[in-house]
């Protein structure tokens, strides 16, 4: 049994490398010109035909699994073409319900099922509710946020469905006036989230159902997390990376010194003769890690030099210049 096959990317108007934001433009557009209800009783049945092809392509390329079914086919047939399916291990149904779709789409989607029952006892394809799209957003944390856990609050916009015309876009023989006939509203949302322990960045947090809403319930909603700039340290993975500024004598001589962790101040050994730009490892002092250890914390030595020594400070510097300069002489 053959059928014609469809282009769906030329029903829609759209290139086959389009977005799902594209995809669902050209859908509302092309539905709110085709919709039977606003059309003349002489006009009614071209667009109906119209609009059940928009739908029906717009069923198969807002479907990720189904639009790289249909793509895949695609690569071997041109339009008007007369697709056969390979028919091994599969019959046809053909029930007195319609599905609401072409032939083309039953034999691709629905109409075959694979096993060895007789005709007439499966049903063909109908479409189910669809679920709402998933939303993503982007939340900034601190650094201190992200690693200690917080609660944030949130507010966003998400698309709804119109609730003065059920998501149809179609009031009486008009455009619905709550949705401008697209079927959807945006509706304000706040929202409260905790943020785990070690949330790390680029991290996304999923709220389940919290995402646009359809007739099939609402998607989700994923919350991408960009750490912001912290003025003392550098984030480097599971590691953190800041300065130690110590005296230069105490860089000669070695010392322990002060300094500053996510978790507070820690004494640090300067090994003696230590150079700047030297990177002692503090471990365990970084970020959490998946499995519950943690990282390091990499402090690079800066030897602050005196801006504005006194006369007995210039005094050993000239000291310290002449014991140098008798050395490299000998």
């Not at 594209?22 to 609009?51: G, M, N, Q, V």
Request: aromatic fraction near 8%; charge should be neutral; charged fraction near 30%.
């Amino acid at each position: 049994m053959g059928v014609k096959f469809q282009d769906y990317y030329e029903v829609l108007g759209i290139t086959k490398n389009a977005s799902e934001k594209e995809i669902k433009t050209a859908y509302r557009k092309l539905a709110r010109k085709f919709h039977p209800d606003l059309h003349a009783a002489d006009e009614k049945e071209a667009a109906e035909k119209k609009f059940k092809q928009i739908n029906e392509a717009y069923e198969v390329l807002i479907d990720q699994e189904k639009r790289q079914k249909y793509d895949n086919l695609g690569k071997s047939y041109q339009a008007g073409e007369e697709f056969r399916p390979d028919m091994e291990g599969m019959y046809y149904s053909s029930p007195d319900t319609d599905s609401g779709f072409s032939d083309f789409f039953d034999m691709l989607f629905g109409g075959f099922r694979p096993g060895n029952s007789a005709p007439g006892r499966e049903q063909r394809f109908h479409r189910a509710p669809r679920r709402g799209q998933d939303v993503e957003a982007e939340l900034t944390l601190t650094l201190e946020e992200a690693y200690r856990g917080a609660e944030k609050t949130i507010q966003l916009n998400v698309s709804d469905l119109c609730t003065r015309c059920g998501g149809s876009g179609i009031s009486g023989r008009q455009f619905c006036p709550g949705c401008a006939g697209s079927g959807q509203i945006q509706t304000p949302r706040t929202l409260t989230v905790k943020i785990p322990p070690g949330t790390g960045d680029n991290t996304k947090i999923r709220l389940r159902g919290q995402g646009s809403g359809e007739e099939g319930g609402r998607g989700d909603l994923y919350l991408k997390v960009h750490i912001l700039p912290h003025s003392g340290y550098r984030v480097a993975g599971d590691d953190l990376e800041s300065e130690l500024v110590i005296a230069p004598w105490q860089a000669v001589l070695g010392a322990k010194v002060s300094a500053a962790t996510l978790d507070g101040k820690v004494q640090v050994t300067v090994p003696a003769g230590t150079r700047a730009g030297k990177k002692l490892r503090l471990r365990g002092k970084g970020l959490p890690k998946k499995d519950g250890s943690r990282g390091d914390q990499y402090l690079s030595i800066v030897i602050d030099i005196p801006r504005q020594p006194g006369e007995e400070e210039l005094t050993l510097w000239r000291k310290l210049a002449e014991a140098q300069a008798a050395r490299e002489v000998s």
